[in-house]
């Protein structure tokens, strides 16, 4: 039984199209304009006959020509700030619309999960990301849990050059998700494995079946289904 839109939409994490980036890039430019100010405001003490303004607008050095980095400091966060407001709102319009058009693609290929630990965690960059396996048509969790659990067992028992080259190939697919063919042996070939997805027990997996890597969504923790309906085939 496939999620109505109402329970998707209360379920569904839909990665946002530019909000995140644009929070992390709009509070960088907000420190940098105020430093700015806070800059242009100290040196009106050694600057007496200058206004604060004049001081804020300063971009060149002190050998009397234009700083790139001056440059940067003072136009940067004037320039950019409107355009991340405006990169917000428009997510804001649009995500509603973008979270519908991933439901069709649920509709059509995809299924709620259940995430069944491995016990194994694989350092990608500076994170270190646990493995789990995603429950599927005729892949029950309970069916999974046993043999994620050998599968954790066997990896994490291998010797550390073993286990490098490993942890090596899953790093560069555990992000996006991947069938976990001869890398999980004690598994069937065609369960999905990924990086868990959030704090809650479930996931969504989209486009498992299709040629290009799955799309797999967090589920809000606070608005579980409680069970785990069907969905179409791997």
């Known amino acids: ?124 960059g500076r ?6 396996v995603l429950s599927g048509p005729g892949q029950p969790p309970a069916q999974l849990a046993e043999a994620a659990a050998r599968a954790g067992a066997q990896v994490n028992s291998w010797d550390r050059k073993q286990r490098r080259a490993w942890d090596g190939q899953i790093a560069r697919v555990i992000q996006k998700g991947f069938q976990v063919g001869g890398l999980l042996p004690e598994l069937p070939p065609m369960v999905l494995g990924c990086a868990r997805r959030g704090k809650s027990p479930q996931a969504i997996v989209i486009g498992a079946s299709g040629a290009d890597a799955p799309t797999i969504l967090a589920v809000n923790e606070k608005a579980s289904l409680g069970q785990v309906p069907s969905g179409s085939q791997m």
């Not at 994170?127 to 789990?132: G, P």
Request: charged share 20%; net charge negative; glycine share 6%.
């Open 1 to 124: 039984m496939k999620m109505t839109l109402e329970e998707f939409r209360r379920l569904a994490k839909v990665p946002r199209l530019a909000g995140g980036i644009a929070a992390v890039v709009g509070s960088i430019l907000v420190l940098l304009l105020i430093y700015n100010a806070r800059s242009a405001a100290e040196s009106m003490d050694d600057n007496p006959w200058a206004s604060f303004w004049d001081l804020f607008w300063v971009t060149n050095g002190t050998n009397g020509s234009v700083d790139p980095v001056l440059v940067v400091l003072v136009w940067g966060p004037v320039v950019l700030l409107p355009v991340i407001l405006v990169l917000v709102v428009i997510d804001l319009l649009t995500h509603e619309s973008r979270v519908d058009k991933v439901y069709d693609r649920y509709l059509a290929d995809g299924w709620l999960a259940e995430q069944v630990p491995t016990g194994i965690f694989v350092k990608s």
């Open 127 to 132: 994170a270190r990301l646990e493995l789990v």
